[in-house]
Protein backbone atom coordinates (compact mmCIF):
# COMPACT_ATOMS: atom_id res chain seq x y z
CA UNK A 1 0.00 0.00 0.00
CA UNK A 2 1.39 3.48 -0.73
CA UNK A 3 1.72 6.49 1.21
CA UNK A 4 0.44 9.71 0.24
CA UNK A 5 0.96 12.82 3.14
CA UNK A 6 -1.41 15.80 1.58
CA UNK A 7 -1.35 19.46 3.02
CA UNK A 8 -4.23 21.87 3.55
CA UNK A 9 -6.99 19.04 4.02
CA UNK A 10 -9.53 21.46 5.94
CA UNK A 11 -11.30 22.37 2.95
CA UNK A 12 -11.81 22.01 -1.36
CA UNK A 13 -8.78 20.77 -3.19
CA UNK A 14 -7.26 19.13 -0.26
CA UNK A 15 -9.90 17.51 1.14
CA UNK A 16 -10.90 15.91 -2.19
CA UNK A 17 -7.59 14.76 -2.94
CA UNK A 18 -7.39 12.66 0.86
CA UNK A 19 -10.87 11.56 0.31
CA UNK A 20 -9.86 10.12 -3.64
CA UNK A 21 -6.58 8.77 -2.74
CA UNK A 22 -8.09 6.90 0.25
CA UNK A 23 -10.95 5.90 -2.21
CA UNK A 24 -7.90 4.34 -4.23
CA UNK A 25 -6.31 1.75 -1.58
CA UNK A 26 -3.73 4.67 -0.51
CA UNK A 27 -3.02 5.05 2.97
CA UNK A 28 -3.01 8.51 3.60
CA UNK A 29 -2.04 11.32 6.15
CA UNK A 30 -4.25 14.10 5.51
CA UNK A 31 -3.13 17.33 6.97
CA UNK A 32 -4.64 20.56 8.26
CA UNK A 33 -3.17 23.59 10.96
CA UNK A 34 -6.29 22.60 13.38
CA UNK A 35 -7.22 18.32 13.40
CA UNK A 36 -10.60 19.52 14.79
CA UNK A 37 -11.47 20.57 10.67
CA UNK A 38 -10.55 16.76 9.83
CA UNK A 39 -11.67 14.57 11.89
CA UNK A 40 -14.62 13.69 9.06
CA UNK A 41 -11.26 12.41 7.13
CA UNK A 42 -10.04 10.07 10.17
CA UNK A 43 -13.59 9.00 11.02
CA UNK A 44 -13.14 7.43 7.16
CA UNK A 45 -9.81 5.57 8.34
CA UNK A 46 -7.20 8.67 7.01
CA UNK A 47 -4.43 9.28 9.30
CA UNK A 48 -4.28 12.69 10.48
CA UNK A 49 -1.98 15.48 11.46
CA UNK A 50 -1.72 18.62 12.84
CA UNK A 51 0.31 20.99 9.99
CA UNK A 52 0.81 24.62 9.89
CA UNK A 53 3.13 24.69 6.30
CA UNK A 54 4.99 27.84 7.65
CA UNK A 55 5.95 25.75 10.84
CA UNK A 56 9.33 24.11 10.30
CA UNK A 57 8.54 22.00 13.27
CA UNK A 58 5.25 20.62 11.91
CA UNK A 59 6.52 19.87 8.52
CA UNK A 60 9.41 17.76 10.21
CA UNK A 61 7.26 15.84 12.78
CA UNK A 62 4.62 15.02 9.91
CA UNK A 63 7.58 13.66 7.47
CA UNK A 64 8.54 11.48 10.47
CA UNK A 65 5.12 10.38 12.05
CA UNK A 66 4.90 9.03 8.63
CA UNK A 67 8.39 7.64 8.28
CA UNK A 68 7.58 5.86 11.34
CA UNK A 69 5.25 3.88 10.56
CA UNK A 70 5.76 2.83 7.20
CA UNK A 71 9.15 4.05 6.05
CA UNK A 72 8.84 6.42 3.63
CA UNK A 73 6.48 8.95 2.30
CA UNK A 74 5.24 7.84 -1.80
CA UNK A 75 3.19 11.36 -2.62
CA UNK A 76 3.60 14.56 -1.28
CA UNK A 77 0.53 16.64 -2.31
CA UNK A 78 2.03 20.62 -1.66
CA UNK A 79 -1.87 21.69 -1.97
CA UNK A 80 -1.87 24.20 1.24
CA UNK A 81 -2.23 27.54 0.19
CA UNK A 82 -4.63 31.16 -0.27
CA UNK A 83 -4.93 33.78 -2.84
CA UNK A 84 -3.08 37.24 -1.38
CA UNK A 85 -5.28 39.51 -3.47
CA UNK A 86 -4.91 43.63 -4.53
CA UNK A 87 -3.33 45.70 -6.41
CA UNK A 88 0.92 45.39 -5.85
CA UNK A 89 0.84 49.13 -4.25
CA UNK A 90 -1.83 48.10 -2.01
CA UNK A 91 -0.35 45.17 -0.81
CA UNK A 92 2.06 45.50 2.54
CA UNK A 93 5.71 43.58 2.63
CA UNK A 94 4.71 42.00 5.64
CA UNK A 95 1.83 40.17 3.77
CA UNK A 96 3.56 39.23 0.36
CA UNK A 97 5.92 37.62 2.71
CA UNK A 98 3.12 36.01 4.47
CA UNK A 99 2.05 34.42 0.97
CA UNK A 100 5.28 32.87 0.02
CA UNK A 101 5.53 31.68 3.89
CA UNK A 102 2.54 29.78 2.90
CA UNK A 103 2.96 29.19 -0.94
CA UNK A 104 6.58 29.19 -1.68
CA UNK A 105 8.32 28.34 1.43
CA UNK A 106 5.66 25.36 2.85
CA UNK A 107 6.17 23.20 -0.07
CA UNK A 108 9.30 23.88 -0.05
CA UNK A 109 10.42 22.96 4.08
CA UNK A 110 8.10 19.47 3.33
CA UNK A 111 9.90 18.92 0.03
CA UNK A 112 13.39 19.10 1.69
CA UNK A 113 12.12 16.24 4.23
CA UNK A 114 10.43 14.18 2.12
CA UNK A 115 13.15 13.78 -0.56
CA UNK A 116 16.33 12.16 1.13
CA UNK A 117 13.59 8.87 2.12
CA UNK A 118 12.79 9.09 -1.95
CA UNK A 119 15.86 9.26 -3.01
CA UNK A 120 16.91 6.38 -0.57
CA UNK A 121 13.94 4.23 -2.12
CA UNK A 122 14.63 5.51 -5.68
CA UNK A 123 10.58 6.10 -6.58
CA UNK A 124 8.46 9.21 -5.01
CA UNK A 125 6.21 11.79 -6.55
CA UNK A 126 5.89 15.33 -5.15
CA UNK A 127 2.78 17.12 -6.33
CA UNK A 128 2.60 20.96 -6.26
CA UNK A 129 -0.64 22.72 -6.72
CA UNK A 130 -0.11 25.66 -8.94
CA UNK A 131 -2.53 27.60 -10.50
CA UNK A 132 -3.06 29.74 -13.67
CA UNK A 133 -1.90 32.29 -11.80
CA UNK A 134 1.69 30.57 -12.28
CA UNK A 135 1.47 31.03 -15.89
CA UNK A 136 -0.06 34.67 -16.14
CA UNK A 137 -0.08 37.83 -13.42
CA UNK A 138 -3.49 39.66 -14.38
CA UNK A 139 -3.74 42.95 -12.42
CA UNK A 140 -4.83 42.60 -8.99
CA UNK A 141 -3.25 39.20 -8.74
CA UNK A 142 0.59 40.18 -8.71
CA UNK A 143 1.80 39.04 -5.07
CA UNK A 144 -0.75 35.91 -5.66
CA UNK A 145 0.82 35.15 -9.00
CA UNK A 146 4.57 35.29 -8.37
CA UNK A 147 3.64 32.91 -5.28
CA UNK A 148 2.73 30.81 -7.90
CA UNK A 149 5.14 31.77 -10.65
CA UNK A 150 8.14 30.94 -8.40
CA UNK A 151 6.55 27.51 -7.16
CA UNK A 152 6.65 26.32 -11.01
CA UNK A 153 10.51 27.87 -11.45
CA UNK A 154 11.37 25.71 -8.01
CA UNK A 155 9.71 22.76 -9.48
CA UNK A 156 11.22 22.84 -12.97
CA UNK A 157 14.49 22.94 -11.48
CA UNK A 158 13.58 20.28 -9.13
CA UNK A 159 11.91 17.81 -11.44
CA UNK A 160 15.77 17.72 -13.35
CA UNK A 161 17.53 17.39 -10.28
CA UNK A 162 15.94 14.34 -8.73
CA UNK A 163 14.96 12.53 -12.11
CA UNK A 164 18.37 10.09 -11.83
CA UNK A 165 16.71 9.27 -8.43
CA UNK A 166 13.63 8.16 -10.61
CA UNK A 167 11.55 10.99 -8.36
CA UNK A 168 8.98 12.94 -9.84
CA UNK A 169 7.97 16.36 -9.77
CA UNK A 170 4.68 17.49 -11.07
CA UNK A 171 2.78 20.38 -11.15
CA UNK A 172 -1.20 20.68 -11.32
CA UNK A 173 -2.31 23.51 -12.70
CA UNK A 174 -6.46 24.36 -11.79
CA UNK A 175 -8.43 27.48 -13.25
CA UNK A 176 -11.20 28.49 -11.24
CA UNK A 177 -12.58 25.86 -9.07
CA UNK A 178 -15.25 25.40 -6.46
CA UNK A 179 -13.96 25.94 -3.05
CA UNK A 180 -13.69 28.24 0.01
CA UNK A 181 -10.77 30.13 -1.91
CA UNK A 182 -12.15 32.80 -3.12
CA UNK A 183 -14.07 34.12 0.32
CA UNK A 184 -10.82 33.53 1.41
CA UNK A 185 -9.43 35.48 -1.19
CA UNK A 186 -11.72 38.53 -0.37
CA UNK A 187 -10.60 38.38 3.40
CA UNK A 188 -6.96 39.09 2.62
CA UNK A 189 -8.05 42.20 0.32
CA UNK A 190 -6.23 45.53 1.24
CA UNK A 191 -8.84 47.85 2.27
CA UNK A 192 -10.20 49.15 -0.95
CA UNK A 193 -11.93 52.51 0.47
CA UNK A 194 -8.76 54.77 0.15
CA UNK A 195 -7.03 53.26 -2.68
CA UNK A 196 -6.36 54.31 -6.11
CA UNK A 197 -7.22 50.75 -7.70
CA UNK A 198 -10.91 51.29 -6.74
CA UNK A 199 -12.09 51.00 -10.26
CA UNK A 200 -9.61 47.57 -10.63
CA UNK A 201 -11.08 45.82 -7.77
CA UNK A 202 -14.94 46.60 -8.86
CA UNK A 203 -13.83 45.00 -12.60
CA UNK A 204 -12.15 42.25 -10.99
CA UNK A 205 -15.43 41.85 -9.07
CA UNK A 206 -17.38 41.48 -12.65
CA UNK A 207 -14.55 39.19 -14.20
CA UNK A 208 -15.26 36.39 -10.89
CA UNK A 209 -18.53 36.69 -11.72
CA UNK A 210 -18.34 35.68 -14.81
CA UNK A 211 -15.68 33.16 -14.66
CA UNK A 212 -17.36 31.13 -11.96
CA UNK A 213 -19.39 29.89 -14.63
CA UNK A 214 -16.44 27.95 -16.08
CA UNK A 215 -15.42 26.62 -12.50
CA UNK A 216 -14.85 22.76 -11.83
CA UNK A 217 -14.64 20.90 -8.80
CA UNK A 218 -12.46 20.09 -6.28
CA UNK A 219 -12.84 16.45 -6.90
CA UNK A 220 -12.23 16.81 -10.84
CA UNK A 221 -8.63 18.61 -9.77
CA UNK A 222 -8.13 16.03 -6.81
CA UNK A 223 -8.93 13.38 -9.81
CA UNK A 224 -6.14 14.69 -11.67
CA UNK A 225 -3.53 15.03 -8.86
CA UNK A 226 -3.69 11.36 -8.48
CA UNK A 227 -3.81 10.72 -12.24
CA UNK A 228 -0.42 12.35 -11.50
CA UNK A 229 0.69 10.00 -8.40
CA UNK A 230 -0.28 6.86 -10.55
CA UNK A 231 1.41 7.27 -13.38
CA UNK A 232 4.71 5.51 -14.48
CA UNK A 233 6.46 8.63 -16.10
CA UNK A 234 4.12 11.73 -15.13
CA UNK A 235 4.06 14.56 -17.30
CA UNK A 236 5.79 17.62 -16.18
CA UNK A 237 2.38 20.02 -15.81
CA UNK A 238 -1.60 18.87 -15.64
CA UNK A 239 -3.49 21.13 -16.84
CA UNK A 240 -7.37 20.50 -14.96
CA UNK A 241 -9.84 23.17 -16.76
CA UNK A 242 -9.84 24.88 -20.42
CA UNK A 243 -9.31 28.58 -19.18
CA UNK A 244 -5.41 27.25 -18.47
CA UNK A 245 -5.35 26.59 -22.14
CA UNK A 246 -6.50 30.20 -22.91
CA UNK A 247 -3.81 31.44 -19.77
CA UNK A 248 -1.04 29.84 -22.37
CA UNK A 249 -2.39 31.44 -24.82
CA UNK A 250 -2.44 35.08 -23.56
CA UNK A 251 0.85 34.15 -22.28
CA UNK A 252 2.18 33.66 -25.17
CA UNK A 253 1.31 36.44 -27.40
CA UNK A 254 3.23 39.68 -27.31
CA UNK A 255 3.23 41.32 -24.33
CA UNK A 256 1.64 44.95 -25.64
CA UNK A 257 -1.43 42.44 -27.05
CA UNK A 258 -1.22 40.94 -23.56
CA UNK A 259 -1.47 44.25 -21.45
CA UNK A 260 -4.62 44.89 -23.60
CA UNK A 261 -6.33 41.83 -23.19
CA UNK A 262 -5.57 41.32 -19.11
CA UNK A 263 -7.21 45.55 -18.80
N1 LIG B 1 -9.98 27.38 -5.89
C1 LIG B 1 -9.36 27.85 -6.95
O1 LIG B 1 -9.97 28.54 -7.78
C2 LIG B 1 -7.91 27.51 -7.18
C3 LIG B 1 -7.40 27.64 -8.48
C4 LIG B 1 -6.07 27.34 -8.72
C5 LIG B 1 -5.26 26.91 -7.70
N2 LIG B 1 -5.76 26.79 -6.45
C6 LIG B 1 -4.84 26.33 -5.39
O2 LIG B 1 -5.37 25.15 -4.81
C7 LIG B 1 -4.87 25.01 -3.47
C8 LIG B 1 -6.01 24.64 -2.54
O3 LIG B 1 -6.95 25.70 -2.52
P1 LIG B 1 -8.54 25.45 -2.47
O4 LIG B 1 -9.09 25.99 -3.71
O5 LIG B 1 -8.84 24.05 -2.09
O6 LIG B 1 -8.93 26.49 -1.32
P2 LIG B 1 -9.44 26.28 0.18
O7 LIG B 1 -10.71 25.51 0.18
O8 LIG B 1 -9.42 27.64 0.76
O9 LIG B 1 -8.31 25.38 0.86
C9 LIG B 1 -7.05 25.88 1.18
C10 LIG B 1 -6.41 24.98 2.20
O10 LIG B 1 -5.10 25.49 2.51
C11 LIG B 1 -4.97 25.50 3.91
N3 LIG B 1 -3.98 26.43 4.43
C12 LIG B 1 -3.93 27.77 4.31
N4 LIG B 1 -2.85 28.23 4.97
C13 LIG B 1 -2.23 27.16 5.53
C14 LIG B 1 -1.08 26.97 6.33
N5 LIG B 1 -0.33 27.99 6.74
N6 LIG B 1 -0.73 25.71 6.69
C15 LIG B 1 -1.48 24.65 6.32
N7 LIG B 1 -2.60 24.78 5.57
C16 LIG B 1 -2.96 26.01 5.19
C17 LIG B 1 -6.35 25.83 4.43
O11 LIG B 1 -6.43 25.46 5.80
P3 LIG B 1 -7.20 26.32 6.92
O12 LIG B 1 -8.62 25.84 6.87
O13 LIG B 1 -6.52 25.99 8.20
O14 LIG B 1 -7.06 27.77 6.53
C18 LIG B 1 -7.19 24.94 3.52
O15 LIG B 1 -7.19 23.62 3.98
C19 LIG B 1 -4.16 26.32 -3.13
O16 LIG B 1 -2.76 26.14 -3.25
C20 LIG B 1 -4.66 27.28 -4.22
O17 LIG B 1 -3.71 28.29 -4.51
C21 LIG B 1 -7.07 27.07 -6.16
Not at 11 to 19: D, K, P, Q, V
Not at 72 to 94: F, K, S
Not at 134 to 147: D, F, K, L
Not at 214 to 227: G, L
Request: glycine share 8%.
Amino acid sequence: MKTALITGCSSGIGRATAERFHDEGWRVYATARDTDDITGLSEQGMETLELDVTEDGDCGAAVEAVEDDHDTVDCLVNNAGYGQMGAVEDVPVEDMHQQMEVNLYGPQRLTRRVLPGMRDQESGTIVNVSSIAGQISPPGMGVYSASKHALEAVSDSLRVEVADFDVDVVLVEPGPVETEFGGRADEEYPDAEDSAYSKLYTSQEERDDSLSRFTVTPEDVAETIHEAAEADSPKARYTVTWSFRAARIVRNVPPVIRDRLLR
